[in-house]
């Protein structure tokens, strides 16, 4: 019984301190991948750690289908009261069944656009061509707008019309395509959809709220990283200009055009004065709150003692 309020507490905590502790690092300059990665175990963590506490205040729910063919678990479960145990599935289900109507449609609409996407590049004859190891596909379609898309599909496409390999020189499409494969390498689009679905599914817990505000603005800024060197991010800087305004895809497919000239600003600061790094012990602190996330439930899990308190 302890373990189960120790990780619902710790659930708790996460959720209700997380969002001030991202904030204030992002707003100091950490290294955005890192701050993601913050973001994206503390969500990891509080979830499951919630969902193991539910099998700690539920024993007797839990294994009765074990029961009922005939196998007694061979474990001591501590009591709890049948009616607070029906109270807590209850509790769980009904939140699950209300999360999965309000944050369902996208997900839903997420499948749906990323297939429509795919049907119609498949309508427009493509043409292929690997550009290097760990770059997404090219897919080069005939059309007057210069767009640049980015499909996670498997495997991952890069929509470009012939209008945008016009307008982007060679290092331009170069500095492109490396953003993106940082997109893919960290399933940015994937994370994005999942933060937009937990604000919708739980609008009241104001972290999901806060992480799907800061998830595509994190995504953009690693990936921005990943173009290493001043000059290219200087190429970075220019196709964005070149690429930035109607005809470009929003939403987790690609935001990489999204806030042009606040992109561009924070691309041409970056190139004249580069970050400094941050200090280790700061550093180092943050990793450890984003793993304390993800391994308090795990050490609670693997304790010898986790179903018999």
Wanted: aromatic share 6%; charged share 20%; hydrophobic share 50%.
């Amino acid at each position: 019984m302890v373990h189960g309020f120790v990780l619902t507490l710790f659930a708790a905590a996460i959720l209700a301190t997380a969002p001030f502790v991202l904030d204030h690092a992002e707003a100091s300059g950490f290294n955005p991948r890192l701050v993601q990665q913050g973001w994206r175990a503390a969500a990891a963590g509080a979830l499951a750690s919630l969902a193991l506490a539910v099998p700690v205040f539920t024993p007797d729910l839990w294994t009765a289908p074990a029961r009922a063919v005939g196998i007694n678990p061979d474990i001591a479960l501590v009591h709890v009261p049948l009616p607070a145990q029906l109270l807590v599935a209850g509790a769980v289900l009904t939140g699950l069944v209300a999360g999965w109507r309000r944050g369902g449609p996208v997900v839903r609409d997420y499948r749906r656009a990323l297939r429509v996407q795919l049907d119609r590049l498949e309508r427009t004859s493509p043409v292929l061509d690997d550009v290097e190891r760990g770059h997404p596909r090219l897919v080069i379609v005939e059309d007057t707008q210069p767009r640049l898309v980015l499909l996670p599909s498997r495997p991952p496409r890069v929509e470009v019309t012939t209008r945008a390999l016009d307008l982007l020189k060679p290092e331009e499409l170069n500095a492109v395509l490396t953003h993106m494969a940082g997109h893919l390498r960290r399933r940015d689009a994937l994370w994005m959809t999942a933060s937009e679905a937990m604000a919708e599914a739980f609008p009241r817990l104001r972290f999901f709220a806060r992480w799907a505000d800061h998830s595509a603005a994190l995504a953009e800024k690693g990936a921005d990283a990943d173009v290493e060197g001043p000059i290219a991010r200087a190429n970075l800087r220019r196709a964005l200009a070149k690429l930035s305004g109607p005809g470009q895809a929003n939403g987790p497919f690609c935001p990489c055009f999204a806030w042009p000239q606040q992109r561009q600003a924070e691309l041409d600061q970056t190139t004249r004065q580069p970050r400094l790094p941050r200090p280790p012990v700061a550093v180092a602190g943050l990793r450890a709150l984003t793993a304390a996330a993800v391994v308090v439930p795990t050490l609670v899990v693997v304790s010898p003692h986790f179903l018999y308190l």
